[in-house]
Structures are given as structure tokens and as C-alpha cells.
């Protein structure tokens, strides 16, 4: 394992710079000049990042099956070396636009959701997309039950990737893989197919700071969650018991294994805690979401960390989002009363089956996600294995009580027990607007590795800023200074 472990500061490169199909026309040259800007006032600067990240999008490399374009990472790597800064390219299998923070719209490619219905015995598109409660399709990232099929095609992605750029594996710092809508290892539970649904637009909880949407309505992630049913108890009828029904007809047992048809009145009742139906329900909805994480970064590890490989050694990492709303409130004495957690819940973070939301020793829900990332280290004997977390910069109580935000708590829990475990995690900033405020950049030290850090409180070693535009002049380009100097 060859990268360095010191506690290590990047900054996000631009989504997209400039046209990557002109490169020389007028509005390509503005931009990358403007870019090479960027990079010089960072190198001038005092202290100096170590890294830019970039986000190598599937859809602009990979237009076609079999046919790959690289040209404009080329570009893009080669000057980002020019500048003596490493790269963390990030194999970004997700569509970048529609959400918060996207400037630009670039699709997961067509070709792969034709390729990916094709493979499937109803040959529908939704079937391969994960589908909200609303009815709406996702076109951000294939559903977890189609992922098996996703996966040569991921594979040959990061394959042709190691291929073209073997030359450049000393300037890479860390590797990273997307595991979902916006790199993200969670479900899209807040995403933009359902923000904007007008049906439900008087009680939408799609977005911050509500509840978000289930995804698990296609006929595929339906007949997932009823093979997961009989394969747990053995028949419908044995089901129909546990869940507590009297009517145990072969037939009406078999109609009763599907997701929540009511919603309201699931999470009303708080059926995902009260009921077994709702214990299993998430089970299910959570393992799910694992065994994608499982594959994509197991696959990337074959890639990338295989002996011989051009990148072996260098770290492989994913990104875990910081769900911080619907979590509860701290009180006047310190104790923490815990909301619904129906946020965490709907993108698929945690479960309800295991009690160990209160314990910080547990975790507080996070042991599963952890335990993935110390499961797939055990299977990288090369390369070590990263988890980011994000909302680094988030204090308890953003926005006021009726947010039921706990974003540090949950920080600091995530990132404690990723220690605990022998998993190393690294964090990122979750919104570029806060980076104006001294008190945010306190909170992001304050988890940060360092000989200046308390032993209590350094969790992460590594710290991805959003992103590089944001942190050129003013309180921002003087926090980033702050915190180069606290973590060398």
C-alpha cells in the first residue's frame, strides 16, 4: 500500500471544464484558462493542497458499448500535474445533474439502460431503475437489483482507465467509485424524479428536510423484496404469522409481501419500528444497498488492487452521505432525544431490526455500513480501502430545531466507529455556501487528524473540499490556509 498517510487536504475540480468534445473553441479556452488560474493561486498559495479530484463520467468516456474517449481527461490530468498536485479521479458510473451542486448535465449512458432492460426477462427500462413510491423512475444510477448486470460494464470502464493512464499511477493519490446517485452510497431518496412531482406536490417529502421516498416499486425490486420474504421464513403463510395476520390463505399471504402500499400510514404509525413487517421491510431495503457497495467496490479492488496491476497499492474509496435531518434534538442538559429517522431510513442507510441507535459504541445504525468497509479491506490485501463521509462542516441544530438536525453528532459517531473498526475514513464538506463561515471550518478541524487535534475528537484523515472555485479569496481561501497548516 503505497500512499501516504499523513492526514491529506484536496479540493474538487470543476464538474465539467468547459466542451470536452471542442477543446479549442472559444468557450473550452475560456474555461480552461480560468481553470489554470485556479490551480496557480493554489500553488502560489502558502501551503498547498495535496490533491484535485476529479469526477471521470461514464457517460462522456464510454458514449458507446466497447468504445471509450479519453481525450479530455488527458488534458485534464496532465495539467493538474503540471501544477505538482496529485489526482483522486472518482469512476463516476452516476448522472451528474438534477440535484444540488449541478452545474451541468451529463447522463448515464443510454446504450447501457437499453443493454441493462435487454438482460432482464421483462425487458422494461424501469425495471432496471429504482422506482419511488411516487411512481417515478430514477435515471441516475441502475437499482440495486440490477447491479449484478451493470457490473462487466463497470469493470471494463475502470479496466480501459487503468489501461490508458498506467503511465500517470505515481501522480494518483486515491481512486474512488460511485455507488449511486451522486456518488453516493445510499438510495435516491431526495433526488430531483421526485422533487418536482406535481401529483404530489402539497405533500411531497422528497426533499430536505422531510422524510424522502421510498425506491423499491418496479416489478423487479418487487419480486426482490418477496424472494427475500420466502427466503427468510421459508412460505408466505409462515410470513403472514410473523407479521400478524389471521388470514393465512395461501393467496392473500402472497398479495401482503410487497412494499408499503400506504405510505402515510406506514410512517405514520411507525410501522418500520412498531411492526415485524416494517423490521423486515428495511432489512431488506438496507442489504440491498450493501450488496451494492459490496459489488462495485469488490469489483474495483479486482481491478485496481489485483497484483500487477498499474494501480495496485493505491487507495480505493467510496462515499457515504451524512443523512443529518429527521435524527433528533439535543437538549438543554446534553442528552440526545432521537427523531423518526425516516430520512436515514428511505435512502437506505440504516435499519430498524437492530437496537443500536442510541449507542455511540454501535455506531448509532452505522455498524453495517462500517463493517462493509472493514469486509471489503479483508478481501484488498494491496490497496486500503476508504470510506468518505460527508457534512463534515455541519454543526447540531442547523436550521433550527424543527430540522431535527444532528450532522456533528453523526459525524463524530460514523467516524468514531470507523476507528474503532480499523477503517479508514476521510470527509468531505456537503454544500460549498457554508465554506464562508470561520465556524464551519472549526467544526471540519475539530474531526480532523492531527498532531494539534485531540485524541478524542481526530476521526478522519483526509479532507475533500467542494470545491476548488470556492476556496480562491476571503474567509474560505483563509480556513483552507487554517486547516493546511493544522494537518501538516
Not at 425487458?123 to 440495486?144: F, H, K, Q, R, W
Not at 463497470?154 to 479496466?159: C, D, E
Request: aromatic share 12%; charged share 25%.
Amino acid at each position: 500500500m503505497k500512499n501516504d498517510r499523513k492526514t491529506t487536504v484536496g479540493l474538487m475540480a470543476p464538474l465539467i471544464i468547459g466542451d470536452p468534445s471542442n477543446l479549442n473553441c472559444d468557450y473550452s479556452l475560456e474555461k480552461w484558462a480560468e481553470f489554470r488560474g485556479w490551480l496557480q493561486a493554489k500553488k502560489n498559495a502558502k501551503r498547498q493542497p495535496k490533491y484535485i479530484s476529479v469526477d471521470v463520467w461514464m457517460g462522456l468516456v464510454n458514449p458507446e458499448e466497447n468504445v471509450f474517449v479519453w481525450g479530455y481527461y488527458r488534458k485534464l490530468f496532465t495539467t493538474i500535474i503540471e501544477y505538482g498536485f496529485k489526482i483522486v479521479p472518482i469512476m463516476s458510473f452516476h448522472q451528474c445533474g438534477g440535484n444540488i451542486g449541478d452545474t451541468v448535465y451529463q447522463p448515464f449512458p443510454a446504450w447501457l439502460w437499453k443493454k441493462l432492460a435487454s438482460l432482464i426477462p421483462s425487458g422494461e427500462l424501469t425495471d432496471t431503475m429504482y422506482v419511488s413510491e411516487y411512481g417515478n423512475a430514477c435515471i441516475e444510477y441502475p437499482a440495486a437489483e440490477v447491479i449484478d448486470l451493470a457490473l462487466p460494464f463497470f469493470s471494463k470502464m475502470m479496466s480501459e482507465f487503468q489501461t490508458e493512464f498506467a503511465d500517470l499511477a505515481e501522480h494518483i493519490a486515491e481512486l474512488n467509485v460511485s455507488c449511486g446517485p451522486a456518488g453516493e452510497l445510499r438510495k435516491p431518496s431526495y433526488n430531483s424524479h421526485d422533487k418536482n412531482d406535481e401529483k404530489h406536490k402539497q405533500d411531497n417529502v422528497a426533499d430536505y428536510p422531510h422524510r424522502g421516498t421510498l425506491q423499491c416499486y418496479s416489478n423487479l425490486q418487487k419480486a426482490a423484496f418477496l424472494a427475500y420474504v420466502l427466503k427468510k421464513y421459508g412460505s408466505a403463510e409462515k410470513a403472514a404469522v410473523a407479521w400478524g395476520h389471521h388470514d393465512t390463505t395461501p393467496l392473500a399471504c402472497l398479495r401482503r409481501i410487497i412494499p408499503p402500499a400506504n405510505t402515510a400510514v406506514f410512517f405514520g404509525a411507525n410501522e418500520p419500528m412498531n411492526t415485524q413487517y416494517g423490521r423486515d421491510f428495511f432489512d431488506w431495503y438496507h442489504e440491498s444497498l450493501l450488496e451494492v457497495g459490496r459489488q462495485v467496490i469488490g469489483e474495483a479492488i479486482k481491478v485496481f488492487g489485483a497484483e500487477g496491476a498499474a494501480f495496485a497499492g493505491i487507495d480505493i474509496g467510496a462515499k457515504v452521505p451524512g443523512v443529518h435531518w429527521g435524527m433528533g434534538v439535543i437538549g438543554a442538559d446534553g442528552s440526545v432525544k432521537l427523531g423518526n429517522r425516516f430520512p436515514e431510513l428511505t435512502a437506505g442507510l440504516i435499519r430498524t431490526s437492530v437496537d443500536d441507535w442510541s449507542s455511540d459504541d454501535e455506531g448509532r445504525g452505522y455498524r453495517s455500513i462500517v463493517s462493509l468497509f472493514k469486509e471489503l479491506q479483508a478481501l484488498s490485501p494491496r490497496s486500503r480501502i476508504v470510506v468518505h463521509f460527508t457534512c463534515l462542516e455541519m454543526d447540531n441544530g442547523r436550521e433550527g430545531p424543527d430540522k431535527q438536525s444532528l450532522a456533528h453528532m453523526l459525524v463524530c459517531c460514523f467516524g468514531r466507529f470507523a476507528q474503532l473498526e480499523g477503517v479508514v475514513a476521510k470527509g468531505e464538506n456537503a454544500l460549498n455556501f457554508t465554506l464562508g463561515d470561520a465556524a464551519n471550518w472549526k467544526l471540519i478541524r475539530s474531526v480532523l487528524k492531527s498532531d494539534l487535534a485531540t485524541a478524542e475528537n481526530g476521526f478522519y484523515s483526509g479532507l475533500t473540499i467542494l470545491r476548488i472555485s470556492d476556496v480562491l479569496e476571503g474567509v474560505a481561501c483563509e480556513e483552507l490556509d487554517k486547516t493546511l497548516e493544522f494537518v501538516e
